[in-house]
T-cell receptor, first 114, second 116 residues
Framework: GENVEQHPSTLSVQEGDSAVIKCTYS??????FPWYKQELGKRPQLIID?????GEKKDQRIAVTLNKTAKHFSLHITETQPEDSAVYFC?????????????FGKGNQVVVIP | DAGVIQSPRHEVTEMGQEVTLRCKPI?????LFWYRQTMMRGLELLIY????????DSGMPEDRFSAKMPNASFSTLKIQPSEPRDSAVYFC??????????????FGDGTRLSIL
């Protein structure tokens, strides 16, 4: 099945700097890649997603890029703020009728230092 | 607009007791997922349903775990008998289906389960 890996496991950045988290996936048939943010004690929340027919997607301070050839995708957070501190999970899915399951990475702890 | 609703939010019980976790998906969603989250193993998919039918239960750890979805608006995850190693946060999520197109999964607030 699909295997998703995230690097680095922990990332500390100064407030105002940018943070980049990279994920790699194993199944070249994967075509959907969401990112979830989970604050301490809260539920995972979808923050952005990208499909394989698009190379980049942006939403305010957050962007995701996809490299299908290398089988990796990255989350970019610009002008980081303390409220960006959380665990970020990437995921991948091949889709197909009757198959909407996601393979999640282990998560990255992002710490924004004020 | 109500999201995914899980109950109870917290459950503390003794080893050997039966535990039942409940989930109400977002209205109109035809996929429902049960996940378990621990520090050691991260977010694990236990089972998921499509139109109330279990599609993949390969993530269910053992026979002590069972899940049902009697109708489109309700699902249960049952552990009997419970063991301390079952302590974790259990999340339910739901999504639209729309044929072969992946749709975002929306998570509930989770049930924090502690087995003493």
């Amino acid at each position: 099945g699909e295997n998703v890996e995230q690097h680095p496991s922990t990332l500390s950045v100064q407030e105002g700097d940018s943070a980049v988290i990279k994920c790699t996936y194993s199944d070249s048939a994967s075509n959907y890649f969401p990112w979830y943010k989970q604050e301490l004690g809260k539920r995972p929340q979808l923050i952005i997603d990208i499909r394989s027919n698009v190379g980049e997607k942006k939403d305010q301070r957050i962007a995701v890029t996809l490299n299908k050839t290398a089988k990796h995708f990255s989350l970019h957070i610009t002008e980081t703020q303390p409220e960006d501190s959380a665990v970020y999970f990437c995921a991948a899915s091949t889709g197909g009728y009757g198959n909407n399951r996601l393979a999640f990475g282990k998560g990255n702890q992002v710490v924004v230092i004020p | 607009d109500a999201g995914v609703i899980q109950s109870p939010r917290h459950e503390v019980t003794e080893m050997g007791q039966e535990v039942t976790l409940r989930c109400k998906p977002i209205s109109g969603h035809d996929y429902l997922f049960w996940y378990r989250q621990t520090m050691m193993r991260g977010l694990e998919l236990l089972i998921y349903f499509n139109n109330n039918v279990p599609i993949d239960d390969s993530g269910m750890p053992e026979d002590r775990f069972s899940a049902k979805m009697p109708n489109a608006s309700f699902s249960t995850l049952k552990i009997q008998p419970s063991e301390p190693r079952d302590s974790a946060v259990y999340f339910c999520a739901s999504s639209l289906g729309q044929g072969g197109s992946n749709q975002p999964q929306h998570f509930g607030d989770g049930t924090r389960l502690s087995i003493l």
